[in-house]
């Protein structure tokens, strides 16, 4: 027995005395809660479940807001709700459960279960797939790019045929992590052809059934009904100039038809995400050795560790050790987010687009450790200040980070700044002479410097309590006979479809027959962007355009030839 010194046993005597203290009352804890979920508490806009999972038992669990707003369901204890990639752990412990039996290793190489896929010249691991450093393309924007819309069908056999036609990868497999969806459906179908059982059935009886999960299912059919889920929505477009919606018609239905499992499509309930989460201190399914594999975080080639792990992300938070997945898909917004050394865990899961279940999973986890506010849990406070339109317009243009590429577009539209970024637009609220908020993104503040002389503008974005510099592009402006030199048609063999291009009205457009041309601004010198895609052409030996390069972060330098 380890006996305490007499200065050391006071000294624990008063961390507790004051831990006891400090501690808020129950219900301080769940009128804190409310607060944090405060926004989505309403009659008339979809909501939220949360549950706080504390020493084996559920603390705490409360709906906000609706679960389907046609019909004026509220949410409740037992909504089912899509968690989107929060799913990824379940088939990441399928397939570590198939390495017990011996029916696999994480070093096998995939097509040895999954021929179809090229021979890049470099072997992928499954290892590589469920930690992200495969390169492989991801699949949910390859389809995008294919002309394949979310409330299209979209089946596994055309998810596998899209793949066997990528000529490239986005990078040497080990050599970087870029989170890509495809790993966890080539998993999933793994799972499938070793076992003789689709990852949805394997999950049932392998996991879901052992640990008592009645209400979870992985969804490989989108025409099943499922009771007690929750529809899921995004907020409505709207045309510059036209009055907002109110009531529920302020949202739209977002229910993607996509068919694959694996990197995500697990329905679930609070009360079933408490029983896997307890497996983790008590396990039923796997044991200590096979939970640890889970939770150990991955390392690249070049021996420099990653925060992913199997399905998980391992990191830290005012000393205390996290794993936690978030999840998005359609409307459903998803987050589970663990402290073990605390034996408390926190599950938000939602069905709007622009909830943001990270942070308020991760404030309500601070409520309930007594933990200070993370950077920006208290953006929200700051108010709002009146600006001239010539003070916010000097900033709109491009911005490129010169580490990663990725671009940030500020616009002015209709009154105000908007960032473009992540495929999506969010309004700036200016709070300071260059400084702004920015509402329902996961980017909590961006502000503006001008150095003059002759040096780029900088962008500042604060997210998660980072600051990245991104440097403004001198965008240059073709005339319309410059812009025609990109007009045509180019095939697209990888994607199996072509892309027209045009100019109309003095700007370059992409044919779409389902909407609008969008349009493509330019970016520099034979680039130019479309929301999330930038286009780089490519020109021959006599200096005419013959080729593009569609490249959208986590799908790299795919080619089109010029018909």
């Known amino acids: ?26 219900a301080d804890l769940d009128a804190g809660t409310d607060t944090i979920f405060a926004q989505w508490n309403h009659p008339d806009t979809p909501g939220c479940g949360v549950a706080v999972f504390r020493d084996g038992a559920v603390a705490f669990h409360k709906g906000y807001g609706q679960a389907n707003l046609e019909l004026g369901v509220p949410i409740g204890a037992d909504t089912v709700f899509d968690i989107g990639s929060t799913s990824k752990q379940f088939t990441a412990a399928a397939v570590l459960l198939l390495e017990r039996d011996g029916r696999l290793s994480l070093d096998d190489d995939v097509r040895k279960y999954v021929p179809e896929l090229p021979d890049y010249g470099r072997t992928i691991t499954l290892r590589h797939l469920l930690q992200h450093t495969s390169g492989l393309r991801d699949y949910l924007v390859l389809q995008l790019l294919a002309g394949i819309a979310y409330d299209d069908y979209s089946s596994d056999r055309q998810t596998l045929d899209l793949l066997a036609r990528q000529k490239a990868l986005n990078f040497a497999p080990g050599s970087e992590y870029v989170y890509s969806n495809t790993g966890y459906f080539l998993a999933a179908e793994v799972v499938k052809r070793v076992s003789g059982k689709p990852l949805a059935q394997f999950a049932r009886e392998r996991i879901f059934e052992p640990l008592g999960m009645r209400n979870t299912r992985y969804r490989d059919d989108h025409t099943l009904p499922v009771r007690g889920r929750a529809s899921a929505y995004s907020k409505a477009q709207t045309q510059p100039g036209q009055p907002q919606p109110a009531g529920i018609e302020r949202y739209r239905i977002d229910l993607p038809n996509w068919d694959q499992v694996g990197d995500g499509s697990v329905l679930t309930t609070l009360a079933d995400l408490q029983r896997w989460d307890e497996n983790f201190y008590r396990p039923t399914v796997g044991d200590a050795a096979f939970l640890a594999r889970l939770q150990q975080p991955g390392q690249l080639d070049s021996g420099e560790p990653i925060d992913y792990a199997l399905g998980l992300m391992v990191g830290e938070q005012h000393g205390l050790k996290t794993v936690k997945h978030g999840g998005a898909w359609g409307g459903y917004r998803a987050q589970l987010l663990r402290y073990p050394q605390r034996h408390l865990s926190v599950a938000a899961l939602c069905n709007a687009a622009h909830a943001d279940t990270d942070g308020m999973a991760q404030r309500t986890a601070g409520l309930w450790l007594g933990l200070p506010p993370e950077p920006g849990a208290a953006r929200a406070q700051r108010a709002a200040v009146t600006l001239p339109a010539a003070a916010m317009q000097r900033w709109t243009g491009v911005y490129r980070n010169p580490k990663t590429g990725g671009l940030r577009r500020i616009q002015w539209n209709d009154g105000e700044l908007e960032l473009h970024a992540f495929g999506d637009s969010f309004a700036l ?45 001198a965008v240059p402006a073709p005339d319309a006979a410059a812009l025609a030199a990109y007009a045509g048609d180019y095939r697209c063999e990888e994607l199996g479809r072509d892309y027209r291009l045009s100019v109309v009205d003095g ?3 992409r044919f779409d027959p389902r909407v609008a041309p969008p349009r493509l601004d330019p970016l520099e010198r034979d680039s130019f962007t479309e929301d999330a895609i930038t286009y780089r052409f490519q020109r021959s030996a006599d200096g005419r355009i013959d080729g593009v390069s569609l490249d959208v972060g986590r799908v790299r330098d795919l080619r089109c030839q010029r018909r």
Not at 10 to 22: C, M, N, T, V
């Open 1 to 26: 027995m380890h006996v305490l010194q007499p200065l050391t046993l006071a000294l624990a005597f008063a961390a507790a005395s004051f831990a006891a203290a400090a501690a808020p009352a129950p």
């Open 429 to 473: 609220r200016p709070v300071g002479a260059t400084e702004f908020e920015v509402e329902d993104s996961p980017i909590e503040a961006l502000s503006f410097r001008d150095p003059g002389r002759g040096r780029p503008r900088m962008l500042v974005q604060q997210a998660e309590g980072e600051r990245t510099e991104f440097e403004a592009l």
């Open 507 to 509: 700007a370059l457009h």
